[in-house]
């Protein structure tokens, strides 16, 4: 039987975190809905009291991200869980109202009165936010820092605006799409930053890479962004260079520079995922995935 909401959503956890700040950068992968098992992750890092200073996060990632700076537990999950068949947020009136398969103005409005962001927090000066959008113009990435942006919330709508299905999203008089476009898991930013304690949240297992003879279609990318070659470029190589950042990722955690919470098996769900016990499972996991690895956590941050 499906069904349009979870049905175990009364249950996921509620309350706000700690205001204990842990020195260091957190680095959250985006993915659609496969961020259910990461803000499982973030849920249980805040119950903990680990609320890391500094949050970057790309396209769905951007939208955990954004939910962990104002430590409100719970709160990503129960949208997506109960306003997955909200066709408002996903759907028809979403595609209308906001030119794109995700309805922004209903996660940052009509979401916001039913369970208000706490803003406070997110805007607390000792608390850093970025997001990672991908400069149509340009294809480069640019990195939106709360401080520093014009409106970080439409920076937000622009990291998580899916190329193809989504037109681009003016933030401070230039056009951008998905962050993943250009970087998906930006360790490069994290360490040039100078965090010396950088954790990365991914939402594909550690051995995952993809089959560039299948799942990259660059003929694609060039011919519907053909007004916007250098971003049908990056579109067309972000596979290939997704690939690098894992090798990347990977090679950093052996050498113990960085910590890494993978999902502890393959994440079988699509970008726009219908079955919501199936998202309700993968956000469980998330949740007993964290656990299982906040030992191996707090040896890498001494606490």
Same mark, same amino acid.
């Given at each position: ?43 249980? =890092? ?10 970057? !996060? ?22 997506? =869980?109960?306003? @997955?068949?909200?066709? /408002?947020? $996903? %759907? ?7 030119? %794109?398969?995700?309805? &922004?103005?209903?996660? &940052? ?9 706490? #803003? ?19 294809? =480069? ?35 951008? =799409?998905?962050?993943?476009?250009? $970087?998906?898991?930006? +360790? ?5 930053? !100078?965090?010396?304690? +950088? ?8 051995? &995952? /890479? ?8 660059? #003929? ?5 962004? @053909? ?26 955690? #052996?050498? !113990? /520079?960085? &910590? ?9 769900? !699509? ?6 016990? #199936?998202? %309700? ?23």
């Amino acid at each position: 039987m499906t069904t349009n909401i979870f049905t175990g959503v009364d249950a996921l956890p509620r309350g706000s975190a700690p205001s204990t700040i842990t020195e260091g950068c957190i680095v959250l992968e985006g993915g659609a809905f496969r961020a259910l098992h990461e803000e499982g992750i973030l849920d249980v =890092l805040m119950q903990e009291g680990i609320n890391f200073q500094c949050a970057i !996060g790309v396209s769905a990632g951007a939208l955990s991200g954004a939910n962990y700076i104002s430590g409100q537990i719970g709160r990503a999950a129960r949208s997506n =869980l109960t306003y @997955r068949h909200d066709q /408002r947020f $996903v %759907g028809p009136t979403a595609l209308v109202r906001n030119a %794109g398969i995700i309805g &922004f103005d209903f996660v &940052f409005d009509e979401m916001d009165k039913i369970e208000p962001m706490d #803003k406070a927090r997110f805007y607390d000066p000792k608390r850093r936010f970025v997001c990672v959008g991908s400069d149509v113009e340009t294809g =480069l990435a640019t990195y939106f820092d709360r401080d520093t942006c014009g409106d970080i919330f439409q920076a937000i709508r622009a990291s998580a605006s899916m190329p193809y299905v989504s037109k681009p999203v003016e933030v401070d008089g230039r056009y951008y =799409l998905d962050g993943g476009s250009s $970087v998906k898991i930006p +360790i490069e930013w994290a360490l040039n930053q !100078g965090y010396d304690r +950088i954790v990365v949240v991914r939402t594909r297992d550690k051995v &995952f /890479r993809h089959d560039l003879s299948k799942d990259s279609n660059p #003929k694609r990318a060039f011919r519907f962004y @053909r007004k916007y070659p250098h971003f049908a470029q990056a579109l067309a190589d972000s596979y290939a260079n997704y690939n690098k950042e894992c090798d990347r990722i990977e090679q950093l955690e #052996k050498d !113990g /520079r960085i &910590f890494v919470f993978y999902p502890s098996e393959p994440v079988d769900v !699509g970008h726009v995922e219908s079955d919501m016990e #199936k998202l %309700g499972q993968l956000y469980y996991r998330g949740v007993d995935d964290a656990k299982a690895q906040l030992p191996g956590l707090r040896a890498y941050l001494g606490m």
